[in-house]
């Protein structure tokens, strides 16, 4: 995609917040399928796209927010969390989803290096938090309050912990590599928890 | 500490190897404390150290692997994992003593940066795997083997997944912070996971 400056548009004015705002993303999302976040700067995106760089100051607070957005504008995440009333069944089809996802190579180096970048950048962990991590451990939990308002689970159960043992424990294979991270890992880890280890 | 550059060390020759890689962890070590990760460069950490950047090159394959290096060198993990052959009182012990670690303002900001620059740099990531992921899996699985030979554990059960859902759920609600990670989540984990949720 070639975007002309705004400057090299004789006679047709300033584009508009909105265009400009797309224009941004979409070369920020493109230059971090290439090149992975180290390419993103601020400086590179505003050539690409066509922009002010004193713009991209002004709308997001580091690098990282931006390719965030980027990021997210890019891929239109799905939320959808099934619930057919086989909690089982559930959990077990939206991990394999998550692991496919973790695993793609368009998605899992991306995924990493924004978490990773995330640990030193309090503006993209902000962002992770508010935009990723807690509307979908939300979906979680509001599938397995359902489970155990049915009587499918222990009525005591901690529904954030099991978030973390579920998820959390894909991310874990994804960050800190050992085992393969897949779907037979997956069920294990269904397995596991509904039944227990005893 | 002050150490002087080797060339300031007029009729004391070359300083050892061993003396300047000695010299060079500490100044890292300090700087990672004081700072964090985005401080450590070759040129900074040589300067310090007065040691040569030539030589930091040749030694350490990024600033990342380097800092691992000297943060290992400085905190002298222990890996001990007790076997008093209760599994839970043990596992309990054991995650509590991670999650104080994982959460004291001395470890916790240090270790996050370390997992997330291994994301964007495969030094750094191969280090972490070979000297910390990989022996300290090792030796939760052998506890966690004792236990499932002396039949506390079902026999089919898959030993490396207990890992990710223990220590790997720790680790997520410190890299993709949106609960607390205390002592109480940490029976949670356990309890979930020996009895079921089910």
């Not at 969390?81 to 998605?107: I, K």
Request: proline share 6%; glycine share 6%; charged share 25%.
């Amino acid at each position: 995609m070639t975007v002309e400056p705004a400057a090299a548009r004789p006679g047709r004015g300033r584009r508009p917040a909105a265009e400009v705002r797309a224009a941004v993303l979409a070369a920020a999302g493109a230059m971090l399928l290439e090149n992975g976040l180290r390419d993103i700067t601020f400086e590179k995106v505003a050539t690409r796209a066509g922009a002010s760089k004193m713009t991209l100051y002004k709308w997001w607070p580091s690098p990282g927010a931006l390719a965030f957005d980027a990021y997210f504008a890019a891929t239109e995440q799905t939320l959808a969390f099934d619930d057919t009333g086989d909690l089982e069944a559930d959990l077990t089809r939206q991990l394999h989803a998550f692991v496919g996802f973790l695993t793609s190579r368009e998605h899992g180096p991306v995924v990493a290096e924004l978490v990773g970048a995330a640990q030193s950048d309090p503006d993209l962990a902000a962002a992770f938090a508010e935009r990723y991590t807690l509307p979908r451990r939300a979906l979680a939990v509001t599938r397995l309050r359902t489970a155990r308002d049915a009587g499918q689970l222990r009525p005591d159960v901690d529904l954030e912990s099991v978030v973390d043992q579920l998820w959390g424990a894909c991310y874990h294979r994804l960050l800190l590599p050992a085992c393969p991270l897949d779907t037979d890992f997956a069920d294990t880890l269904v397995r596991n928890l509904l039944a227990g280890i005893r």
